[in-house]
């Protein structure tokens, strides 16, 4: 059964232009496009500057590299990733909407958005290895970490509940942010799992998720009433999600 309300990464909106989406997930993309015009718009963009690039470069496309820029015997990439990289570079520019993405591995300075989902992700890995004081107030003062959280952050920080995933709440801390301070809440899975919920006043504005992967870690953004998210965990990104999907909806539900 499809789920329009399963955020969708802009990763696997490219995944689903290509036709490269895993089977099980296209029925909730096309859903999630179905409920969303504007992600259904931005897709038929990006399915029209295809046919454009396709009639333009098809042609040179099988081209011999010339002798004088072959590097090392470099090999080039496959045509669908050299127009996905062409197409999303595009898409960038002229959507100006101030939030950066690089393009299937294009070298660039980090935008806004992948500048906080790092912090957020050095959080993550400097606490999740510590055994006696990964936080500053222990998950047993659910209403007090709230209460403080709130206060210094200026916005309503909850720990929402992740028992039915498997999570109990380990406990949270104040950090220094991008533009101000930062909540990070900690959950623990019985085996010793740890994820990690990182929020802070943030430039960019959308609920549609945005995956990132850094060695053996992974961690989801988003951003909502000004406030960004951060759910960083492992390598597992069905797992991520299912945590994710579980903060996303708690947050919406409380108004943020």
Known sequence: MTNPRIPVTEDELHAY????????????????????????????SWLAMADVLHARYDS???????????????????????????????????????????????????????????DAMDAHRLYVVEVRHPVEVPGNERAHLQA???????????????????????????????????????????SGERFTVYASKAQAETTQ????????????FWADRGVGYVVSGGSDRNRLTQIAQAVYDQMEKNGG
């Open 209 to 220: 998720m945005r995956y990132a992967a850094q060695g053996n870690e992974g961690a989801l």
């Open 148 to 190: 403080w959280l709130t206060k210094r952050c200026g916005w309503e920080v909850r720990a929402p509940e992740l028992a039915a995933a498997g999570l109990k709440l380990v406990g949270g801390r104040l950090l220094p942010g991008p533009t101000g301070p930062a909540s990070f809440l900690m959950y623990e899975s019985a």
């Open 17 to 44: 232009i290509d036709n490269e989406l895993p089977a099980e997930r296209r029925g909730d993309v096309e859903a999630w496009l179905a409920a969303h015009p504007d992600d259904a718009e931005r897709v038929r």
């Open 60 to 118: 040179v496309a099988d081209e011999a590299v010339p002798k004088r820029l072959e590097i090392e015997q470099l090999e080039r990439q496959p045509r669908k990733l050299v127009y996905g990289a062409i197409a999303a570079t595009l898409v960038a520019f002229i959507a100006g909407g101030g939030v950066g993405w690089i393009a299937h591995g294009a070298a660039a300075a980090p935008s806004p958005v992948q500048s906080f989902t790092l």
